[in-house]
């Protein structure tokens, strides 16, 4: 199992990334992803979810109406929509996937919201 992110960066407050995950190693349609973040000091904390088809996600408190995630299967690729980025949105992202029992976590993407 591969997780590989990317798309992060800086950005201005107000702002918006798109952050994608490309996927190898396993069904990809078959499982439930999500994403994930952990600001400098601070634990990890989920931020969005996604059913294997897609038809059902969930949110972070923190991030409902600016945040969205979204799959495509046929490319084997999760991604995050950010909108409207704040400072306390700076953390590293991570791709998420429980495979077998076992979780798996990707590399990693920096977003940074700062002016």
């Known amino acids: 199992v591969q997780l590989v992110e990317s798309g992060g960066g800086l950005v201005q407050p107000g702002g918006s990334l798109r952050l994608s995950c490309a996927a190898s190693g396993f069904t990809f349609s078959s499982y439930g992803m999500r994403w994930y973040r952990q600001a400098l000091g601070k634990e990890r904390e989920l931020v969005a979810s996604i059913s294997r088809a897609g038809s059902s996600t969930d949110y972070a408190d923190s991030v409902k109406g600016r945040f969205t995630i979204s799959r495509a299967n046929a490319k084997m690729t999760v991604y995050l929509q950010m909108n409207s980025l704040k400072p306390e949105d700076t953390a590293v992202y991570y791709c998420?996937?429980?495979?077998?029992?076992?979780?798996?976590w990707g590399q990693g993407t920096q977003v940074t919201v700062s002016s």
């Open positions: 998420y996937v429980r495979w077998m029992s076992r979780d798996y």
